[in-house]
């Protein structure tokens, strides 16, 4: 049984309820808890738009306060897969009470969601300890918390002790344990991300962790919410992996072999495991006969599962701008192809490299004047100048040509634009390489550009 939680904000948008069915498809979900519903009644609720056209049954708490403008929590489950539901509700909770198919134990569910107010949440806690205080089985709460547990779930927002005590007080006093949680660190983003906090969670009991010891629980990106969806698997999807599936695949390419006569040379291959444990991967690796792969790894030049918020990650795209600007292929390229290394650098390879990720803000400081130093070498260092012997102009010297050339490529800095606490999609300067361009033209008028001779010979 997959479980889906999501504080919605609002129920009015049909995107949001065409948004939840797509999730709940993907990835067949039997119990939707959905928090903020902002309805004072059943008018225009149509759980159906959420569900589907399947069957289902609901359970619904209005919402209060002005207009209705705060709360209201809904439940939507498969009747096939949760049965025999007793509901108990409250304010700002709502407890569905049934058994999940193939278990013997009742399962108590609660849709939660807590105000902000401490006084209000001690009192919400000490309600649903005597809940589960009462009654006996497997317990499982998802919802909105309003509450973090420690300083490290909060970014660039407050963080109050004396709420988070009372939260971790309340949690293993009643056996309540959380599965780690993938996808990210934080369920609520907020002024465009630059406030965030964990405040939604799934909480289950020591009984149900048992029962579901290997479930995958899994936030997903905001799209019609500054919250995000929670979900647990607890079930197997049709695209989890297993022997069978290796089974069947080897024999697919076994197939594409005979029928193409392209071979994919298993031995060679890694066999990358996503939530997976690893006897699911050793097992998986056996079957096909290839190597285990682990993150990260580098495709098409680009770094995948590293925190490349952390400079360090971003060692092998600095190298890449290095080797670009090695100064041996100064002695075998004109001066136009220098100047057109030198925006293929600041121009097309930076845009393919940065359209992943954002590059952190110290990388541009670290790393700016080395790239500039390399350009700057690259174009005017290992020319070799001969003055042309004329009494109208003076004869120019190296020295004015470096100063020229600084001046110039000063304004062909390698920028990016500066999007929060990072940077985005690079830009040029091409105005700078006019610049540039019309500058070597006018020192041309005085100079002679004398290129290495070639060293090759044809016999």
């Given at each position: 049984?997959?479980?889906?939680?999501?504080?919605?904000?609002?129920?009015?948008?049909?995107?949001?309820?065409?948004?939840?069915?797509?999730?709940?498809?993907?990835?067949?979900?039997?119990?939707?808890?959905?928090?903020?519903?902002?309805?004072?009644?059943?008018?225009?609720?149509?759980?159906?738009?959420?569900?589907?056209?399947?069957?289902?049954?609901?359970?619904?708490?209005?919402?209060?306060?002005?207009?209705?403008?705060?709360?209201?929590?809904?439940?939507?489950?498969?009747?096939?897969?949760?049965?025999l539901p007793n509901t108990i509700?409250?304010?700002?909770?709502?407890?569905?009470?049934?058994?999940?198919?193939?278990?013997?134990?009742?399962?108590?569910?609660?849709?939660?969601?807590?105000?902000?107010?401490?006084?209000?949440?001690?009192?919400?806690?000490?309600?649903?300890?005597?809940?589960?205080?009462?009654?006996?089985?497997?317990?499982?709460?998802?919802?909105?918390?309003?509450?973090?547990?420690?300083?490290?779930?909060?970014?660039?927002?407050?963080?109050?002790?004396?709420?988070?005590?009372?939260?971790?007080?309340?949690?293993?006093?009643?056996?309540?344990?959380?599965?780690?949680?993938?996808?990210?660190?934080?369920?609520?983003?907020?002024?465009?991300?630059?406030?965030?906090?964990?405040?939604?969670?799934?909480?289950?009991?020591q009984d149900f962790m048992n029962?579901?010891?290997?479930?995958?629980?899994?936030?997903?990106?905001?799209?019609?919410?500054?919250?995000?969806?929670?979900?647990?698997?607890?079930?197997?999807?049709?695209?989890?992996?297993?022997?069978?599936?290796?089974?069947?695949?080897?024999?697919?390419?076994?197939?594409?072999?005979?029928?193409?006569?392209?071979?994919?040379?298993?031995?060679?291959?890694?066999?990358?495991?996503?939530?997976?444990?690893?006897?699911?991967?050793?097992?998986?690796?056996?079957?096909?006969?290839?190597?285990?792969?682990?993150?990260?790894?580098?495709?098409?030049?680009?770094?995948?599962?590293?925190?490349?918020?952390?400079?360090?990650?971003?060692?092998?795209?600095?190298?890449?701008?290095?080797?670009?600007?090695?100064?041996?292929?100064?002695?075998?390229?004109?001066?136009?192809?220098?100047?057109?290394?030198?925006?293929?650098m600041l121009d097309s390879l930076?845009?393919?490299?940065?359209?992943?990720?954002?590059?952190?803000?110290?990388?541009?400081?670290?790393?700016?004047?080395?790239?500039?130093?390399?350009?700057?070498?690259?174009?005017?260092?290992?020319?070799?100048?001969?003055?042309?012997?004329?009494?109208?102009?003076?004869?120019?010297?190296?020295?004015?040509?470096?100063?020229?050339?600084?001046?110039?490529?000063?304004?062909?800095?390698?920028?990016?634009?500066?999007?929060?606490?990072?940077?985005?999609?690079?830009?040029?300067?091409?105005?700078?390489?006019?610049?540039?361009?019309?500058?070597?033209?006018?020192?041309?008028?005085?100079?002679?550009?004398?290129?290495?001779?070639?060293?090759?010979?044809?016999?």
């Open positions: 049984m997959n479980f889906l939680s999501i504080n919605l904000r609002g129920i009015k948008d049909d995107c949001k309820a065409r948004w939840i069915n797509e999730l709940k498809i993907d990835y067949k979900i039997s119990f939707i808890c959905i928090q903020e519903t902002h309805r004072p009644d059943e008018r225009g609720l149509h759980p159906q738009k959420f569900w589907g056209y399947s069957s289902y049954h609901s359970g619904f708490i209005p919402s209060t306060g002005m207009e209705g403008r705060s709360g209201g929590i809904l439940s939507i489950w498969d009747p096939s897969s949760f049965t509700k409250s304010t700002h909770y709502l407890i569905t009470s049934g058994f999940i198919n193939g278990t013997t134990s009742p399962c108590h569910i609660l849709n939660v969601y807590a105000l902000q107010e401490i006084p209000a949440k001690q009192s919400l806690w000490n309600e649903i300890s005597n809940h589960i205080a009462a009654t006996h089985g497997l317990w499982i709460l998802l919802g909105d918390f309003n509450a973090v547990r420690y300083p490290s779930e909060r970014k660039n927002s407050n963080f109050n002790p004396s709420c988070a005590f009372a939260f971790n007080d309340f949690i293993p006093q009643n056996g309540l344990v959380e599965y780690t949680m993938h996808g990210g660190l934080f369920t609520y983003i907020k002024d465009n991300g630059s406030k965030q906090s964990k405040i939604d969670r799934v909480l289950v009991s029962q579901w010891p290997t479930a995958s629980f899994t936030t997903l990106p905001c799209s019609f919410s500054d919250h995000r969806p929670l979900i647990l698997i607890t079930s197997d999807l049709d695209f989890a992996w297993s022997a069978t599936h290796m089974a069947n695949t080897s024999r697919l390419l076994r197939c594409f072999h005979i029928a193409t006569g392209l071979k994919v040379n298993l031995q060679k291959s890694n066999f990358f495991g996503i939530n997976l444990p690893p006897e699911s991967i050793t097992i998986s690796t056996n079957t096909l006969n290839c190597q285990t792969g682990s993150f990260p790894i580098t495709y098409l030049g680009l770094t995948v599962g590293s925190n490349m918020n952390l400079v360090k990650n971003w060692t092998t795209v600095i190298q890449t701008f290095e080797n670009r600007l090695s100064l041996w292929k100064a002695s075998t390229l004109s001066l136009g192809g220098r100047i057109t290394l030198i925006r293929f930076p845009s393919y490299l940065f359209s992943l990720y954002k590059a952190p803000q110290s990388l541009r400081i670290k790393h700016r004047t080395g790239v500039e130093m390399a350009c700057r070498s690259l174009l005017i260092d290992t020319v070799t100048v001969t003055p042309l012997i004329s009494k109208e102009y003076p004869e120019p010297s190296m020295k004015h040509i470096r100063i020229a050339s600084q001046r110039s490529l000063h304004a062909m800095r390698f920028e990016l634009s500066h999007n929060g606490d990072g940077v985005g999609a690079p830009h040029s300067a091409p105005e700078s390489f006019n610049n540039l361009v019309n500058m070597l033209s006018q020192v041309a008028q005085h100079i002679l550009v004398v290129t290495q001779p070639d060293s090759w010979s044809w016999k």
